[in-house]
């Protein structure tokens, strides 16, 4: 059974940063594509990041490039996202989703359909 836990999100004021933690059981992270997306009220889920396979390559949407950094620490099991200069337009429920194969490309990685598994997600607002 595998179980993903997001947790670190919170109400911050534009400019700040915060740090989520995604913690997997019943997958190793690099045995797979693992991907932040988020949603915000009234919009559909959106790509922002993922990392795939042993290697650890890495995919980002345009809207957080230079902002958002997705990292995974394998002796934890865990992904993270550590997003600076957030913006209002940040604010979204962030999910962790894991991957039941490696994608090495970002037109699979991007999609949310690409998930098979999901956490329950995590709330982050972004006061101006």
């Known amino acids: 059974q595998v179980q993903l836990v997001e947790s670190g999100g919170g109400l911050v004021q534009a400019g700040d940063s915060l740090r989520l933690s995604c913690a997997a059981s019943?997958?190793?992270?690099?045995?797979?594509?693992m991907g932040w997306f988020r949603q915000a009220p009234g919009k559909g889920r959106e790509f922002v990041a993922a990392?795939?396979?042993?290697?650890?390559?890495?995919y980002s949407a345009d809207s957080v490039k230079g902002r958002f950094t997705i990292s995974r620490d394998n002796a934890l099991n865990t992904m993270y996202l550590q997003m600076d200069s957030l913006k209002p337009e940040d604010t979204a429920v962030y999910y962790c989703?894991?991957?039941?194969?490696?994608?090495?490309?970002?037109?699979?990685?991007?999609?949310?359909?690409?998930?098979?598994?999901w956490g329950q997600g995590t709330q982050v607002t972004v006061s101006s």
């Open positions: 989703a894991a991957a039941r194969t490696i994608y090495y490309a970002a037109t699979y990685a991007s999609r949310p359909d690409s998930y098979f598994y």
């Open positions: 019943g997958r190793t992270l690099t045995s797979s594509t």
């Open positions: 990392i795939s396979g042993p290697a650890g390559t890495k």
